[in-house]
């Protein structure tokens, strides 16, 4: 059961927010069943009723970051669907061992056991784990999957009401310019492999494999952040995102001039 600070937390962040009107508040995550420790976030999915936009966003309450998301309830039940047909059960997996805050019509109710009802059916069948594991993990290593993500916008809505002081600065043709950029340069012949995210894992793996066929695994603790940064990659709900990325690709290139660097030093010896 979920304790009685979550619900204050959520009820705060109603009231900050100043939604009404919604169908139903669930809960997900490492809160639910006391998982947390002082790095999690709490995640608060806010489900309305022929709701046409879908709105997130995050805020500070009482030193605890609440990442909410508000969604329409038919848009939750089409991205279930879509998971059920893809073999995909991440996010029945959120939905199914939510905790629910609130719930005015009990449709939150069924939507859950909804939720409940296909994820027994993926243990029924194992295999479909497998096909669930490769959905979520395969734009960590297609080359050719351009579709990562890039942060360039905010939720307006945190700045109602001067909940926080959080803005652009005056520079918006720059940024402009900036955010058409980054998106621009991972399509760029050769150069664009830099920031490719299926690129940086292969050369990862590469790297790896030559260091223990060539028994230089004392070499292996140089690039363990980024062996390390490729599990957790690995492990997330989200599949080819390049923030999760970033540890593994921006010390790329002072990785691979030391160890070449290595490799002459030794030809020297």
Same mark, same amino acid.
């Given at each position: 059961?979920?304790?009685?600070?979550?619900?204050?937390?959520?009820?705060?962040?109603?009231?900050?927010?100043?939604?009404?009107?919604?169908?139903?508040?669930?809960?997900?995550?490492?809160?639910?069943?006391?998982?947390?420790?002082?790095?999690?976030?709490?995640?608060?999915?806010?489900?309305?009723?022929?709701?046409?936009?879908?709105?997130?966003?995050?805020?500070?309450?009482?030193?605890?970051?609440?990442?909410?998301?508000?969604?329409?309830?038919?848009?939750?039940?089409?991205?279930?669907?879509?998971?059920?047909?893809?073999?995909?059960?991440?996010?029945?997996?959120?939905?199914?061992?939510?905790?629910?805050?609130?719930?005015?019509?009990?449709?939150?109710?069924?939507?859950?056991?909804?939720?409940?009802?296909?994820?027994?059916?993926?243990?029924?069948?194992?295999?479909?784990?497998?096909?669930?594991?490769?959905?979520?993990?395969?734009?960590?290593?297609?080359?050719?999957?351009?579709?990562?993500?890039?942060?360039?916008?905010?939720?307006?809505?945190?700045?109602?009401?001067?909940?926080?002081?959080?803005?652009?600065?005056?520079?918006?043709?720059?940024?402009?310019?900036?955010?058409?950029?980054?998106?621009?340069?991972?399509?760029?012949?050769?150069?664009?492999?830099?920031?490719?995210?299926? #690129?940086?894992?292969?050369? $990862? @793996?590469?790297?790896?494999?030559? !260091?223990? =066929?060539?028994? &230089?695994? +004392?070499?292996?603790?140089?690039?363990?952040?980024?062996?390390?940064?490729?599990?957790?990659?690995?492990?997330?709900?989200?599949?080819?995102?390049?923030?999760?990325?970033?540890?593994?690709? #921006?010390?790329?290139?002072? $990785? @691979?001039?030391?160890?070449?660097? !290595?490799? =002459?030093?030794? &030809?020297? +010896?």
């Amino acid at each position: 059961m979920i304790n009685n600070t979550i619900i204050e937390k959520v009820n705060e962040l109603i009231k900050k927010l100043n939604i009404k009107n919604y169908t139903g508040i669930i809960v997900y995550g490492s809160y639910v069943g006391e998982r947390n420790n002082s790095l999690s976030d709490l995640d608060v999915m806010i489900i309305k009723e022929n709701y046409h936009t879908l709105d997130c966003g995050s805020m500070m309450i009482d030193n605890v970051r609440v990442e909410f998301f508000i969604n329409d309830l038919q848009r939750l039940y089409s991205l279930a669907d879509n998971e059920i047909n893809n073999n995909d059960p991440s996010h029945l997996t959120k939905f199914a061992t939510c905790e629910i805050i609130s719930d005015t019509n009990d449709k939150v109710k069924d939507f859950v056991n909804y939720a409940k009802t296909w994820l027994k059916g993926f243990y029924t069948h194992p295999f479909t784990y497998i096909d669930a594991t490769l959905n979520n993990i395969y734009g960590y290593f297609d080359i050719g999957d351009l579709n990562w993500y890039l942060y360039t916008k905010f939720d307006k809505r945190i700045t109602e009401n001067n909940l926080v002081d959080y803005h652009f600065n005056s520079f918006k043709h720059l940024r402009s310019f900036l955010s058409g950029y980054g998106n621009a340069y991972r399509c760029l012949p050769v150069i664009g492999l830099f920031v490719n995210i299926g #690129f940086n894992v292969w050369i $990862v @793996i590469a790297m790896t494999i030559y !260091l223990i =066929k060539h028994n &230089k695994k +004392k070499y292996l603790i140089v690039i363990s952040p980024m062996l390390v940064a490729v599990f957790f990659c690995i492990l997330s709900p989200a599949n080819n995102y390049f923030r999760y990325a970033l540890p593994f690709i #921006f010390p790329m290139p002072l $990785v @691979i001039m030391y160890l070449l660097n !290595l490799k =002459k030093i030794e &030809k020297v +010896k």
